[in-house]
Every structure is written in structure tokens, then in C-alpha cells.
């Protein structure tokens, strides 16, 4: 029966429909559970967002802001100051018929309006010029952005059919300089009747003149959006006539048939089988698939395309009927034979695939192990090894003068060593998060001390670290440290150079990625294909019978095995069903020991189990008023974290070399 309640189409639902048109029915629903509603402010906070936002108004100083949440009170407001000749709004409401938009910055000079989109995206005037590509087209880097400015555009002449609207993105510029040393420590968290950010102190002359912000026009893109864009996979056949018919759907609350494919797999209405059969949730993606599949419960329990690693061709493989990886025969897969498991040499991508395949459709979880080539990489390295992990951070407003928006911050390593006995050390850390100070050149000096005792090898897991070193690298280039010679000297020694720096080099102890060793070597069917550290771990864990007798003891964090942040730790537990915990979380709780009434926190996780978390606790300890209680806690959450993360890949390392021992 059709909601009778007037609902308002705005412009996050619009760009909710461009993902997928189905998803409005979903949305703002109790029983269909959302995934992306855990923390959105979180997530903005961690890239500086809503910092940017506040930023922008500060380059319009006669502004006026509409704060009501109300959406009669808002748009009352905002008709009320148009009648002004000239005027600057902030969050003006417009509603025409059951459209309705909150501009960010819209201003009225006479019969003209400039409405002005703030984004937090970088741009640069060269590489992303008028936002379109070789072909005239919209680059689709840019669509989302220019879809929404589009949308209001539209609901902006609507309700004013004859203003001459000039439309803008204003975004961060890839090429402008922070101005000072307190410019982003200007923008606090703050917690009234919610949560935001607020300017504290007023920006000085220099920051207002310096602007971080570039407003760059996008009419002409929009114009190009309206001709070409939304043609298909829509209720209607073009950009206009879709913003009507979406919002025709959603206000009677109408669903659009689903189209499934790849995209579904990113889908945010998901929900498990317990929130189903336990508390009555209804899963939207699953009401998706019933509907265009005529599946019943059992078959979601079958592996299909979308859980195949990196399958760019799941599209293809749906259209087909070849859905169910049952269904796949090795001719579907790989009709020109590439395969080749039986060489010894890395794994391609098709080939990682397909071992994924063969594995749901027999049900066998032997691990695909290269014992040749991986003995040949143990063979190569260098005693006592040496593994770190970086936490890093890039916020678009930087904490420190002279540097560009979404300059790297590394503020955090760990580091275990493994000495060619077997004895494994967390040999050392390193963590600042002192509000305002810069801390990459004493994290690589502090790097430098921890590396620079012996020529062992060193690993990391993925590109990351590399990357980050790289950065430095470019940062001490351009500093007057006394001793930047030595450290760039020291970070060529252990890296390979990224695309941008030359003359290019690679270092004679350049870091060993274990990722790289994973994606070429190694395959266990319980990562359910994923690479990351965070699904290898654990079925490392799981079929080790070495790893599950040794770490099922808590010998970690004694003299056995020194840890420095752990006392007699078990990383080894098991379920009901007998399978090992996933050690992330067995993390402890960060504020177990009090009444959250007792402190108002402004971290609501119980832990900091992932990499987005611990950028995001940076983030806040830089520019949050918060105890000195939350600030402590956060820090030992972040130690206890990062040292997790470089014991896992020592863990990784061991089941390795047991495999290879017992096949010797």
C-alpha cells in the first residue's frame, strides 16, 4: 500500500536512484536495514568533509545561514531573505512540487543566481580541466558530482523560470599551499544538538586569501549530462524526464523493477540471515534477486558471480543465465585456455578465479600452495626479518603550513622482527598524535633507528608503505632538515620509486610486499577470495594446525614472545563451530571500564579493528575537544592495532614456513 505521508525527493536520493533506481524503495525504511548508516559522519570526518564545508562559507562573510532542520521553517526562511536584491545563503531550502533542495552556498545578485556545490573532491585546473574526457563526454570520475549539481540546477529554474543561474562546484585545489600552521586546527568538533564542525577562531587574513577552495563552472557539463546521460537502466529515457519520474516513484512510494548485476554487490540494503529470521529485517538486496531470478532461501546460500574476486565480467556471466558458480564450466571461464595451474609460475588473475570457482563447485578446500617458488623467496631473504605497518592520514584541509591538500601524514608504525632461531620481537613503535605537530620526519628518523641495525629484509603488505616513504622522500627534498640527505639516502635504500619521482631507483634492500607473495603463490578457498590481510589471517589461522598449538597459549606479550602492548595474550580461540576468532576481535574494548554517561565520548566504536578507524581516531584527536580519558584510550587502541597488524603478517610468515618445512 503506497506511504500516504508527503515525501520529499532530494538531491541524496536522486543520487542514490543514479546507483540504482530500485534502492529508493529501500531507503529511510526500518525493516530494510542500511549499511552505509553506521557512522556517514565518521567517514566525512576522516577525509576533512565537513571541515571543507565550514571552510567555504568563510570566503562569503555576509552570509546567511538557514539552520533549521525543519523543512516548512527552512524554506520560509529562504523566501524571506530572496526578497533581498543581493544575498549569500547558506543551506537555502527550494522546493519545487516534491522536489526539494538544501543548496550549499547560493547566491543573488539581482536576477542572477550562482548556485555553488562544496565538495570535498581535489581538482586540478590541468589534469581535470572542464570535467569531460578525450571524447567530448563526461569524464566518469566526474559524474556523480555533476549529476548532483544537475539535479538542483534543475529544481532551481524550475522554481525560478526566470533567473539567469550560473551553476559551480567548489572544490579543493590540488594546487594550493595551506597557509599556516592553524588552519585546520580553526575547524573543531563540536556536540550541541548534534554533532558538526564549527569555526572557533576567526581565519586570519592570509587564510582567507590564500584559498585552499577553487569554484570551478560546471554548466556547460551539465548541459552535456542532460543530452546524454540517464538514457538507460531508467524508468524514463532521458536526464529531465527521470528527475520526474523518480520522484513521481518515490513519493508513492512506487518500486522500480530491479536491474541486478555487478553493482548489486556493493549494495548497502543487505542484511544477515540471523537479522532475518531473528528480527524480522528484510533484506533488499536479496528481494532484488527473488525478483528477477524466482530463487528461493537455499539458493543465496550457493556461491554465485558477485563473490568471485575481481570478476570484471560478472555482468556478462549474469546476462548469460551463468550466475550460480555451479552453473560455470572451465569452457564459460576460459574459453581461450589461459589456465595453466600447473606451472610453476604466479598465478594470474584468471587463474586465482577460476581456483575460487572449482572450490564451491566441489566443495574441497585445498590450498593452492607454489612450494617451489615460495622456497625459492625464502631462499632470498635476509636474517633477522623485519615487518612494519604504517597508519597514515590525508585530509583535505592540511594540519601544517606549506602543505597541499591531501598531502600524506604518516603518524604511525609498527614493527616485529623474526631472528633466524625462531624468536619473534615487536622490536618497536612509533605514534604521534600531538595536535598541531607534524610528525613525518621524526617517524622516518624513528623508522631509520629501527631498520638501520642490521641488512635483514624487511616486508610490508601491499604498496601502501612504499607509497607513503615516497612521500616523505618528496617532503625532506623540499625541507631544510640538517640531516634529509641521510634520510632520503635511507628511504631509496629500502623502496622502488612511484611513477612521479625521478631519476627512478630501486633499492638493494627495496621491502618485499606479501601481498604480491599472496596474489602470486598462495590461495586458500576460506578468504572467499579476497587478498586482504584481514581474510588471510584468519584462514591462515584455520588450517594451520602449528599456528593454532602455538597462539592458542598465552605466551604472546611475555618473555617467550615480547610484545609491547600486550600482556599474556591468546590470539588463537575458537566458536561454537571450532573455527578461530578472527583476532581483530579479540581487540579489547576501548572504554569497557566506564558508563558512557559518565564521559561524552566522541569515538562511539568500541575498538579501532580497522585501518578506516584508525585514521579516523587521528583525525579526531587533531581537531576535537575531547577528555584526556577518550584521548588516552585512543592512543592505546591505536598501538594495540597497528602491533595486530604486523603479528599478523609474522603469523602469515609462519604458516608459510611450516608448509614448506613439512613438504622438505
Not at 525543519?70 to 522536489?99: D, G, R, W
Not at 522554481?159 to 572544490?171: D, E, G, T
Not at 536526464?239 to 518515490?250: P, R
Not at 577470495?529 to 611475555?558: H, R, W
Request: charged share 25%; aromatic share 12%; net charge negative.
Amino acid at each position: 500500500m503506497p506511504n500516504t505521508k508527503h515525501r520529499y525527493f532530494t538531491k541524496s536520493k536522486f543520487n542514490l536512484a543514479c546507483e540504482c533506481p530500485t534502492k529508493l524503495f529501500y531507503t529511510n525504511k526500518n525493516q530494510y536495514p542500511n549499511s552505509s548508516n553506521d557512522d556517514p559522519f565518521l567517514s566525512a570526518l576522516a577525509d576533512g568533509g565537513f571541515q571543507v564545508g565550514e571552510l567555504a562559507k568563510q570566503y562569503f562573510p555576509t552570509g546567511n545561514e538557514i539552520s533549521s532542520l525543519n523543512t516548512q521553517e527552512a524554506i520560509s526562511e529562504t523566501e524571506a531573505l530572496l526578497q533581498h536584491e543581493n544575498i549569500v545563503i547558506f543551506e537555502p531550502a527550494i522546493m519545487y512540487k516534491n522536489l526539494l533542495i538544501r543548496v550549499d552556498i547560493l547566491v543573488k545578485s539581482g536576477n542572477t543566481l550562482e548556485l555553488i556545490e562544496v565538495k570535498a573532491k581535489s581538482y586540478s585546473a590541468t589534469e581535470d580541466k572542464d570535467f569531460l574526457n578525450a571524447k567530448g563526454g563526461l569524464s566518469s570520475n566526474w559524474k556523480p558530482y555533476i549529476f548532483d549539481v544537475a539535479f538542483q540546477k534543475y529544481v532551481l529554474r524550475s522554481a525560478f523560470p526566470k533567473a539567469n543561474i550560473n551553476s559551480y562546484l567548489m572544490l579543493v585545489d590540488k594546487a594550493a599551499k595551506c597557509p599556516s600552521n592553524s588552519l585546520n586546527q580553526k575547524f573543531k568538533i563540536v556536540k550541541n544538538d548534534r554533532t558538526c564542525v564549527e569555526l572557533t577562531t576567526p581565519l586570519s587574513q592570509i587564510e582567507l586569501n590564500t584559498k585552499l577552495l577553487k569554484k570551478v563552472n560546471v554548466d556547460n557539463a551539465i548541459e552535456i549530462a542532460y543530452a546524454n546521460e540517464l538514457q538507460s537502466g531508467m524508468p524514463g529515457n532521458s536526464f529531465k524526464d527521470n528527475i520526474y519520474l523518480l520522484a513521481t516513484h518515490y513519493e508513492d512510494d512506487i518500486k522500480i523493477a530491479p536491474v541486478i548485476g555487478k553493482k548489486c554487490k556493493k549494495c548497502e540494503f543487505y542484511c544477515s540471515k540471523n537479522d532475518e529470521e531473528s528480527h524480522g529485517k528484510l533484506n533488499g538486496k536479496k528481494s532484488c534477486w527473488q525478483e528477477q531470478l524466482n530463487w528461493h532461501a537455499d539458493d543465496f546460500d550457493e556461491p554465485n558471480v558477485l563473490d568471485v574476486w575481481n570478476l570484471r565480467t560478472a555482468d556478462k556471466f549474469i546476462q548469460d543465465g551463468l550466475i550460480k558458480l555451479t552453473d560455470i564450466t572451465i569452457d564459460d571461464f576460459d574459453p581461450e585456455g589461459d589456465i595453466q595451474l600447473n606451472k610453476t609460475a604466479a598465478l594470474t588473475t584468471k587463474e586465482r578465479q577460476w581456483l575460487q570457482i572449482k572450490a564451491a563447485q566441489t566443495k574441497y578446500s585445498s590450498i593452492h600452495f607454489d612450494d617451489v617458488s615460495m622456497a625459492k623467496e625464502f631462499a632470498s631473504w635476509t636474517y633477522p626479518l623485519h615487518f612494519i605497518d604504517f597508519e597514515t592520514s590525508a585530509v583535505a584541509i592540511p594540519f601544517y603550513k606549506g602543505m597541499r591538500p591531501y598531502e600524506g601524514i604518516a603518524f604511525q608504525f609498527s614493527h616485529h622482527q623474526v631472528n633466524e632461531n625462531g624468536e619473534i620481537i615487536h622490536a618497536g613503535q612509533y605514534l604521534n598524535t600531538d595536535v598541531g605537530v607534524f610528525p613525518n620526519f621524526e617517524f622516518i628518523r624513528a623508522l631509520r633507528q629501527q631498520l638501520s641495525q642490521d641488512e635483514g629484509t624487511i616486508f610490508m603488505y601491499s604498496s601502501h608503505e612504499n607509497t607513503f616513504l615516497n612521500t616523505i622522500y618528496n617532503q625532506l627534498l623540499a625541507s631544510q632538515e640538517e640531516d634529509k640527505d641521510i634520510l632520503c639516502q635511507f628511504i631509496q635504500t629500502i623502496t622502488f620509486s612511484t611513477p612521479k619521482n625521478k631519476p627512478a631507483w630501486r633499492g638493494k634492500r627495496q621491502m618485499v610486499d606479501m601481498l604480491k607473495l599472496v596474489k602470486d603463490f598462495y590461495f586458500d578457498p576460506a578468504t572467499n577470495g579476497s587478498n586482504s590481510i584481514k581474510y588471510v589471517l584468519p584462514a591462515m589461522l584455520n588450517s594451520s594446525d602449528f599456528l593454532k598449538e602455538k597462539y592458542s597459549q598465552p605466551i604472546y606479550g611475555t618473555k617467550q614472545l615480547q610484545s609491547s602492548n600486550f600482556k599474556q595474550q591468546k590470539w588463537i580461540t575458537f566458536d561454537l563451530n571450532g573455527e578461530v576468532i578472527d583476532p581483530y576481535k579479540l581487540l579489547p574494548d576501548m572504554f569497557s571500564d566506564i558508563d558512557n554517561d559518565e564521559v561524552e565520548l566522541l569515538m562511539d566504536s568500541e575498538r579501532i579493528d580497522n585501518g578506516g578507524l584508525a585514521l579516523t581516531a587521528y583525525a579526531k584527536m587533531q581537531f576535537s575537544e575531547m577528555s584526556d580519558y577518550e584521548r588516552i584510550r585512543l592512543r592505546n587502541a591505536l598501538l594495540q592495532y597497528c602491533e595486530l597488524d604486523t603479528w599478523a603478517m609474522v603469523a602469515i610468515y609462519e604458516g608459510w614456513k611450516e608448509i614448506l618445512e613439512q613438504q622438505t
